[in-house]
């Protein structure tokens, strides 16, 4: 999984990065500070970022952001993300991280001087908390289980394919897949394959740089540019030539 987080790569000064595994899945733990802000963009799963900026912390569920925020000022912050298939078990666990945030607050002084260690440290102290959760790790079962192979699916297709092509591999109606989606992930099947299908994009323009706009738009199998264009800044917070120009 890449990181949900759309760091402004121009920005942003240390990133410090701890993969967390047990049974098939994952937990990424990001700790860092950037001097002018980040971009905070909507990701298909649960995940949590705590800011801080100016001594106070804000927290930003991941997996409820409807279109890209950007945070303009500097800042520490902390984000954790997970793997498909947490949501039920995750959501407790990650309202529980907010106090974590003060460590920020002892370890930021973004202005002055950086102690890299101190990052390290909160960055270490949350990942063994969540290593600690057993309630977080226990195995998918049943209908959980089915709904996350069927994103995977979506996964495999980079996010183009319709909802009731969807429906119809899971043997539903598009009304229940729905359901389906929204209880095991947190969100409708729709919104998760827009967000695949974007950042599938991106991918491609951080791959091969040197493309026209239209060339990802036609790889991706949009067929208006104007849609492409407006869901693109949507879930990205740039123009698809903005995109580009700041990766030339």
């Known amino acids: 999984m890449d990181s949900q987080i759309l760091l402004n ?16 899945i994952s937990v990424y733990v990001r700790v860092g500070y950037s001097m002018s802000g980040i971009r905070l963009v909507p990701q298909e799963n649960v995940g949590i970022c705590l800011i801080c900026m100016n001594g106070h912390i804000r927290d930003v569920c991941l997996g409820q952001i409807e279109a890209a925020v950007n945070i303009d000022e500097s800042c520490s912050f902390i984000s954790v993300e ?13 309202h529980s991280l907010y106090p974590f945030g003060r460590m920020l607050t002892d370890s930021r002084n973004v202005k002055n001087k950086r102690s890299d260690a101190s990052l390290e440290n909160v960055m270490d102290v949350i990942a063994d908390y969540i290593d600690a959760c057993e ?15 069927q ?25 229940h897949a729905h359901r389906r989606f929204v209880k095991t992930l947190g969100v409708g099947p729709k ?19 040197g493309g026209h706009v239209t060339d990802y738009m036609d790889d991706m199998g949009y067929s208006d540019q104007a849609h492409f264009q407006r869901e693109f800044k949507w879930y990205t917070g740039m123009t698809p030539g903005s995109m580009l120009k700041l990766l030339n």
């Open 82 to 94: 997970l793997d498909l298939g947490f949501n039920s078990r995750a959501m407790n666990v990650l």
């Open 191 to 209: 919104r998760f394959a827009r967000i695949v299908r974007i950042r599938e994009t991106v991918r491609k323009m951080l791959e091969h740089p």
């Open 135 to 149: 309630q977080l790790w226990s195995n998918m079962i049943g209908e959980d289980l089915r709904t996350v192979k």
């Open 9 to 24: 790569v121009n920005f942003c000064n240390k990133v410090y990065t701890r993969v967390i595994e047990k049974n098939d």
């Open 151 to 175: 994103a995977d699916s979506i996964y495999a297709v980079k996010g183009k394919i319709s909802i009731s092509e969807l429906a119809g591999q899971m043997g539903c109606t598009v009304r």
